[in-house]
């Protein structure tokens, strides 16, 4: 497997991935900063080979990360990574599988946040080498909103980032089990339809009113250059979660 040496946040983070195969995203840099501040200790679950975990390591420097990854290879880029840009001291990278958390991890973390596969098996044709892990569902989406409300302490908050078509799911997943719901719709322009949301909720609250922001575009028009917000991302800042829809 050959392997690239990128840079995150204009040069500031150090990424280790595969030149082929599942690459860190768009995706994987909104998620890193939907993250709020103040949490101490937080987890991510399918952390990859770091796309998410590192930049928000590298901005949240009062937060402790674990990363759990069930790919050895992408674990062990991830520890690279976490070398690379000296946050040993605050990032472990443990392999694991999320449909298994350990019984010590429960109600243990302040924050838990994820990017769960987004198809199912059969829904599309097969992966390149490499992309399997990352795409197909080999534990269902309730799945994962399990795992995340299993490892998040009381009141502790959840963060996830998926296909805006699934939606209705996840809010079915996460009903009667958290509250403050907030949702962040992101769009490929102002005049497209949402392709991803993020939320964030926190765990054991009673259920409420949801929040429908605005949403954030990541282009200004379509084909057009890279909209203000996401130059905000790439440049290390963290999204706005105050505007309502």
């Given at each position: 497997?050959?392997?690239?040496?990128?840079?995150?946040?204009?040069?500031?983070?150090?990424?280790?991935?595969?030149?082929?195969g599942?690459?860190a995203?768009?995706?994987?840099?909104?998620?890193?900063?939907?993250?709020?501040?103040?949490?101490?200790?937080?987890?991510?679950?399918?952390?990859?080979?770091?796309?998410?975990?590192l930049?928000?390591?590298?901005?949240?420097?009062g937060?402790?990360f674990?990363?759990?990854?069930?790919?050895?290879?992408?674990?062990?880029?991830?520890?690279?990574?976490?070398?690379?840009?000296?946050?040993?001291?605050?990032?472990?990278?443990?392999?694991?599988?999320?449909?298994?958390?350990?019984e010590?991890?429960?109600?243990?973390?302040?924050?838990?946040?994820?990017?769960?596969?987004?198809?199912?098996?059969?829904?599309?044709?097969?992966?390149?080498?490499?992309?399997a892990?990352?795409?197909?569902?080999?534990?269902?989406?309730?799945?994962w909103?399990?795992?995340?409300?299993f490892?998040?302490?009381?009141?502790?908050?959840l963060?996830?980032?998926h296909?805006?078509?699934?939606?209705?799911?996840?809010?079915?997943?996460?009903?009667?089990r958290?509250?403050?719901?907030?949702?962040m719709?992101?769009?490929a322009?102002?005049?497209?339809?949402?392709?991803?949301?993020?939320?964030?909720?926190?765990?054991g609250?009673?259920?409420?009113?949801?929040r429908?922001?605005?949403?954030?575009?990541?282009?200004?028009?379509?084909?057009g250059?890279?909209?203000?917000?996401?130059?905000?991302v790439?440049?290390?800042?963290?999204?706005?979660?105050?505007?309502?829809?």
């Amino acid at each position: 497997m050959r392997i690239s040496r990128d840079t995150l946040l204009g040069g500031r983070v150090q990424l280790f991935q595969p030149e082929k195969g599942f690459r860190a995203t768009t995706d994987s840099l909104l998620l890193s900063a939907a993250l709020p501040e103040g949490r101490t200790r937080a987890l991510e679950l399918g952390c990859g080979c770091g796309g998410a975990l590192l930049p928000a390591a590298w901005r949240l420097t009062g937060t402790y990360f674990t990363g759990l990854e069930i790919d050895p290879e992408a674990a062990a880029l991830a520890r690279r990574g976490v070398d690379a840009n000296r946050l040993g001291t605050r990032v472990e990278i443990i392999e694991g599988d999320a449909a298994g958390l350990r019984e010590e991890w429960e109600n243990r973390f302040d924050l838990v946040f994820a990017n769960p596969p987004y198809f199912r098996p059969g829904e599309i044709s097969a992966p390149g080498k490499g992309k399997a892990a990352a795409y197909l569902e080999s534990l269902s989406l309730s799945g994962w909103i399990a795992a995340m409300l299993f490892a998040a302490r009381p009141k502790g908050m959840l963060v996830l980032i998926h296909r805006a078509a699934e939606l209705p799911a996840l809010m079915a997943a996460l009903d009667r089990r958290a509250g403050e719901i907030t949702v962040m719709p992101v769009r490929a322009h102002a005049r497209a339809d949402a392709g991803r949301v993020i939320i964030r909720a926190r765990k054991g609250l009673r259920p409420g009113p949801a929040r429908l922001l605005a949403g954030i575009d990541l282009h200004e028009g379509k084909a057009g250059p890279v909209s203000e917000t996401m130059r905000a991302v790439k440049a290390g800042q963290g999204l706005d979660w105050s505007r309502r829809g």
